[in-house]
């Protein structure tokens, strides 16, 4: 009598210890999977501004993406679809095999300007502090743990995170010749109402869209500095020409006694100077084609006139820079 019972008892024990054990399985493999290297993964809105635990697409492809491919796009808390995430990935491969090697060497595809992505559901950061801990983590990313992608600081990094409701472009000291902080402001800036309404794909899809035109025609949503150049440079000769059209005309129904003298004299030098002034213009222009051509960002006509990284954002000591705000 007493034997049987201990039995049940112990059949009874083992059966529980099993039914525990296969329901605690699931929950164990949430919150503690393991990466290649032993992280622990944190659960979605837990990760921290250092972006030390943070997967790499290149190796942590499981943790990264939902299909595990190889990539530039890191998504660990699933806010794009397989399938956004895969189109992503391409364009960023598109834009690197088809901007010119900046690097003085290349080796293969390195050494062209490379892009990768980072969403979070969130960080783990007060409120108050959401753009500054993006900030740090994108730069963490860049300047650390994924800073292999690029060669010789031709790398930038764009981060969303959308429970700060922040987005974030970190950029190398060359990725920076073409994307200034200007840029990427006006960039983002255009894609609010996407992220704001959570549809991550479209702005990230505009994002890469933007930059690629910066990246190869030195164009950033707008027309090419040595366009801007010769299009200012002409309007103050159609105002020099005009003006001194105005002169001569007014001398002659007038009838100054400087019209056959001093007026004339005036309207030839507006001729020349109209001459001149085109010359100018084109020159300009030339110059401006030559170095988007050329890929030398460091001879841009426009450096003379002023930073546009003036409009505010991150400068590094690293030469590299960055800019980034709500939605």
């Given amino acids: 009598m007493g034997l049987s019972v201990v039995c049940r008892v112990v059949s009874v024990a083992l059966a529980c210890g099993v039914c525990v054990g296969r329901s605690a399985s699931p929950g164990l493999g949430r919150s503690a999977s393991l990466g290649l290297l032993g992280e622990t993964t944190p659960a979605p809105g837990d990760w921290p501004a250092d972006a030390s635990n943070f997967p790499d697409p290149q190796i942590d492809v499981d943790r990264c993406r939902i ?113 200034t902080n200007g840029c990427i402001n006006h960039v983002q800036g255009k894609v609010t109402g996407y992220l704001r309404d959570d549809r991550f794909f479209e702005g990230l899809k505009d994002i890469l869209d933007d930059y690629e035109t910066a990246l190869r025609y030195g164009r950033c949503g707008g027309m090419s500095k040595g366009k801007i150049i010769a299009i200012v440079i002409g309007s103050i000769v159609a105002g020099a020409v005009a003006l001194g059209l105005l002169v001569c005309c007014v001398g002659f129904c007038v009838g100054w ?71």
């Fill in 67 to 179: 299909d595990g491919r190889m990539g530039y796009v890191c998504d660990p808390d699933r806010l794009l679809t397989a399938e956004q995430a895969e189109y992503l990935d391409r364009r960023i491969s598109d834009i690197r095999s088809k901007t010119k090697c900046v690097c003085g060497r290349c080796t293969g595809q390195r050494g062209h300007y490379s892009i990768a992505i980072a969403l979070v559901a969130s960080l783990k950061s007060p409120k108050h502090d959401s753009l500054l801990k993006l900030e740090e983590f994108t730069n963490a990313l860049r300047r650390g743990r994924w800073s292999y992608y690029g060669l010789c600081q031709d790398n930038l990094v764009v981060a969303v995170s959308k429970g700060d409701r922040m987005v974030y472009t970190s950029t190398g000291r060359v990725a920076r010749r073409k994307i």
């Fill in 257 to 327: 006694d400087c019209v056959m003298g001093t007026c004339i004299g005036v309207c030839i030098g507006c001729v020349l100077g109209c001459f001149q002034s085109v010359i100018n213009a084109i020159i300009a222009a030339v110059c401006g084609a030559l170095c988007e051509a050329c890929d030398c960002g460091e001879c841009e006509p426009l450096d003379c006139v002023g930073d546009m990284d003036d409009d505010g954002g991150y400068s590094g000591g690293d030469g590299g820079g960055g800019a980034g705000d709500g939605f």
